[in-house]
C-alpha cells in the first residue's frame, strides 16, 4: 500500500519563501488533521503571518512560536519586541524561548575550546537535508521540551 502527497521545492531558501511555507503548510495541517503548527520565528513576524491566514483559513488548532533565547544577538535582549510578544500572546498564540537544541551550550565549549559536541554534529547532520528541516525538528522539540506540545502516543 502507497500514497502520494504534493512537495513543494523552492529554488533558493529565504525570507520570501515564508508566506508560501505557510500557506501549504496549514493546506498540510487541514488535510492531515494536524491540530498543532510549531513556527520559528525570530521577530514574531512569521508567527504572525501565520496567525493571520490561520484565521482567514479557519484553522483551528494550536500555534507555538518559538523564538530565540534572550541574549542570542546581544546581552539581555530579544529579538522579538515586548509588543509583538504580547500581540502575539493576545491572538491565543503559544511562545516558547530557550536555548537552540543542537547548539546549547556545546557551541560555548566549541567556541572556547574548539572541537564539536554531538548536538552540533546531529544539527549538521539534519542539515544535509535542508536548513529547514533542522529547524523544523529543533524547534518541534524545543516546543515539547517546553510542556507546549503533548505526547498523545500513550
Known sequence: ????????????????????????????????????????????????LLKKYATQMNYTGDIIAVRYHTGFGRLNEQFMDDNTYNELISMGVKIHTG?????SVSRSFRIKWDGL??????????????????????????AANGGLIKDITQ
Open 117 to 142: 559536541y554531538m548536538p552540533e554534529i546531529v544539527g549538521e547532520t539534519l542539515k544535509i537535508f535542508g536548513n529547514g528541516m533542522k529547524t523544523a525538528i529543533e524547534v518541534a522539540v524545543m
Open 1 to 48: 500500500m502507497y500514497y502520494s502527497k504534493k512537495i513543494y521545492y523552492f529554488e533558493k531558501a529565504g525570507e520570501a519563501n515564508t508566506e508560501n511555507v505557510i500557506k501549504f503548510a496549514l493546506e498540510r495541517a487541514f488535510e492531515n488533521h494536524i491540530g498543532v503548527i510549531v513556527v520559528p520565528t525570530e521577530t514574531g513576524r512569521s508567527a504572525l
Open 99 to 103: 536555548t537552540h537544541l543542537f547548539s
